[in-house]
């Protein structure tokens, strides 16, 4: 077509292997695209590699092989070439007491965008945006700790949204959650104009939210596909322990 | 859980001295103590002065006697030396209610007593009307350096996580029937306390982990640092209490 400019992919994964420096072999050649705009769920056991890989994202760890390129911006050691990934990277830790550690919510949105150069009026109306975008504009000046745990969760999806991120990495976003909670989160995660990569081992929440899923198991890419069309195939998912809750028959909503 | 008891000194309210920002308070507090122990022991009519000046900015605070001695009883372990000076002491001797104490003791006791008690008063005071976190402005606007303040920092966020896991991890083992009553006993506490820190010591590498991941460079980025900072207007108005002591002391000096 002409005129038509493709636009990088939001993530791109290539043949990216680690070993940990005990020698230990995490990931094993890892390929895996994610379009803009795209919500991919990967789901994988305990053990699989998971966090790891999520850890290459924004250039904490680095590859022994392979690259990771986000919106088209491969990353490197070099400071502001990672200064860059790590804007446009936005990863949710699992735990929020890890992700929130200033002694207010406003503060703690804050500390990304300023770290990116933000300051006065301009930091101000990122973090009441971010806020705004997680239902939590009237907590801003509340301690964290005096938040539920659903609440903290949505203050640290706040705290990497204030970045304006390519792509937003949830490491297990329904852990500890009651479901009212759940259901809020899934929510404001669908409403979000953002690429979503949702680390999970929550089956149905993965259906919930992601059209397609990936399989990581033992360091490798074991399956890619329609989330609905994995979660049919029994034999796949008992193959990588992974398993549908009691009573749970996956079909298109 | 863990909430609500993180202000066991601040007292919620609305007045003058709470208005005032961080800074000067620190300051004027600072100030205010140097001037106390830098007064001779033998100017009682100067302790007098100071008391005064403490009741005058507890009253325009709206801090009560009792909420400020209750607390003060803290200095109770620290002072408990001073107690022992008139018995102790030597020199010249006096007899009070049949007991002979020593005059020089008495002295001492007094001048431990007397500036320990006001020093702990006018913290109580700042305490009272700052909170932690406007504390840590405040240091940080007096140019402490950053590091100290970033622990502060850290301090006031994970206190009540810890506590929150110290007191989780006692409930379970009291769950299984650890009851100790004797030294001997506290094996399952003391492997708690080090599960503790392992646990503290695994969350501040994540916690690192988040930081660097939004871009954390090893400085703290200047987050509205500026914004509400002491005008010269409230410098001046925090400066009375001190430049009073301080005139109170210099006095004193040149008196005695």
């Given amino acids: 077509m002409i005129g038509y400019v493709q636009q990088p992919p939001s993530l791109d994964v290539r043949g990216v292997r680690y070993a940990y420096p005990d020698g230990h072999v995490a990931l094993h050649g890892v390929d895996l695209t994610v379009p803009r705009g795209e919500r991919v769920a990967l789901l994988g056991p ?9 850890l290459h994202l924004n250039g904490i760890l680095t590859p022994t092989g392979g690259t990771v390129s986000v919106g088209g911006l491969t990353v490197s050691r070099d400071r502001d070439t990672l200064a860059e990934i790590r804007r446009r990277v936005g990863i949710v830790f ?6 929130l550690f200033l002694p207010t919510v406003a503060e703690d949105v804050a500390f990304g ?4 150069g933000l300051r006065g009026a301009e930091l101000t109306a990122r973090v009441d945006e971010a806020l705004a975008a997680v239902g939590m504009a009237e907590h801003r000046d509340r301690a964290p700790h005096h938040l539920s745990f659903g609440q903290r969760r949505r203050v640290a999806v706040a705290t990497v949204l204030a970045m304006r991120p390519e792509i937003l ?5 329904s852990s500890n959650l009651d479901p009212a909670a759940r259901r809020e989160l ?11 990569l949702m680390v999970t081992h929550d089956l149905p929440y993965a259906a ?14 074991v399956a890619d596909a329609p989330t609905l069309e994995l979660l049919s195939d029994e034999r796949l998912l008992a193959e990588h322990r992974l398993e549908l809750p009691y009573g749970f028959v996956p079909r298109p909503s | 859980m863990g909430a609500g008891h993180a202000h066991m000194l601040y007292r919620e309210a609305s007045s003058p001295v709470h208005r005032l920002p961080p800074e000067v308070k620190i300051a004027a507090m600072v100030v205010f103590t140097v001037a106390v122990v830098a007064t001779p022991r033998a100017a009682y009519w100067a302790f007098g002065g100071y008391a005064l000046l403490v009741v005058a900015v507890a009253a325009l605070a709206r801090v009560g006697p009792r909420w400020l001695l209750g607390r003060a009883l803290i200095e109770l372990p620290f002072v408990l030396f001073a107690f022992a000076l008139p018995f102790f002491g030597t020199g010249e001797r006096v007899d009070v209610a049949g007991l002979s104490l020593s005059v020089d003791g008495l002295h001492g006791a007094w001048n431990i007593l007397a500036k320990g008690t006001l020093g702990v008063l006018a913290s109580l005071l700042l305490a009272a009307t700052t909170t932690t976190r406007d504390l840590i402005v405040g240091l940080d606007r007096l140019r402490c350096p950053q590091i100290l303040t970033q622990i502060a920092t850290f301090m006031l966020r994970y206190l009540d996580v810890l506590v929150g896991e110290a007191r989780r991890m006692r409930v379970a083992r009291m769950s299984r029937g650890d009851d100790p009553r004797f030294l001997w006993q506290l094996r399952g506490f003391a492997a708690g306390v080090g599960a503790l820190f392992l646990r503290a010591f695994e969350r501040g590498e994540r916690v690192y982990l988040a930081m660097v991941s939004r871009g954390y460079t090893g400085r703290m980025p ?14 001046a108005a925090a400066a009375t209490v001190p430049a009073i002591a301080a005139t109170i002391a ?4 040149v008196l005695t």
């Fill in chain 1, 46 to 54: 305990n053990g699989a590699g998971k966090t790891t890989l999520v």
């Fill in chain 1, 94 to 99: 699992q735990d929020p007491d890890d992700q």
């Fill in chain 1, 113 to 116: 965008p300023a770290n990116l």
């Fill in chain 1, 169 to 173: 990495v949830l490491d297990e976003p």
């Fill in chain 1, 186 to 196: 899934a929510e404001i995660l669908r409403g979000l104009p953002v690429t979503l």
């Fill in chain 1, 208 to 221: 919930e939210l992601c059209d397609r899923s990936v399989i990581l198991d033992a360091g490798r890419v």
């Fill in chain 2, 222 to 235: 200047a987050v509205w640092q500026g914004a509400g900072a002491a005008t010269a207007g409230q410098w």
């Fill in chain 2, 250 to 253: 210099a006095v004193a000096l």
